[in-house]
């Protein structure tokens, strides 16, 4: 069935009578804009080192010795170093700015992103 483009109204004493109607859709733009701080941050936390496999004993020099002479030896040991970093960054935005043709007409108070 056709859309009619007449619509009925009614008045306070119910007499009703019809008028002609169209529809149309009404589009406002607006700019927009909301100005951002962003810090970066790296935080390096308490490092942790563990020892990884066996320690190995070397000699330095192979020598004969006698029996109080002393010697030297290297000990090596295979160390993991874990050191946990935080990344991250402090967001903060501003007003918001609406233009509407050149004219500021709202704005909305500073925020930051703990709020």
């Known amino acids: 069935m056709p859309h009619s483009n007449k619509s009925h109204f009614c008045d306070d004493e119910r007499n009703c009578f019809e008028v002609n109607a169209c529809e149309k859709t009404v589009r406002k733009s ?24 066996d320690i190995v004993v070397r000699p330095c020099r192979i020598r004969c010795r006698n029996e109080n002479e002393s010697f030297d030896f290297t000990v090596t ?15 903060c935005y501003d007003k ?13 108070e500073r925020r930051n992103d703990d709020d």
Request: glycine share 6%; charged share 25%.
């Open 96 to 108: 918001t700015c609406v233009d509407e043709n050149g004219r500021r007409v709202k704005s909305h």
């Open 77 to 91: 040991q295979v160390i993991n170093v874990d050191v946990p970093i935080e990344f991250g960054a402090e967001i």
């Open 30 to 53: 607006f700019e927009v804009s909301v100005p951002f701080t962003i810090t970066p941050y790296a935080m390096p936390k308490e490092p942790e080192i563990n020892c990884a496999g």
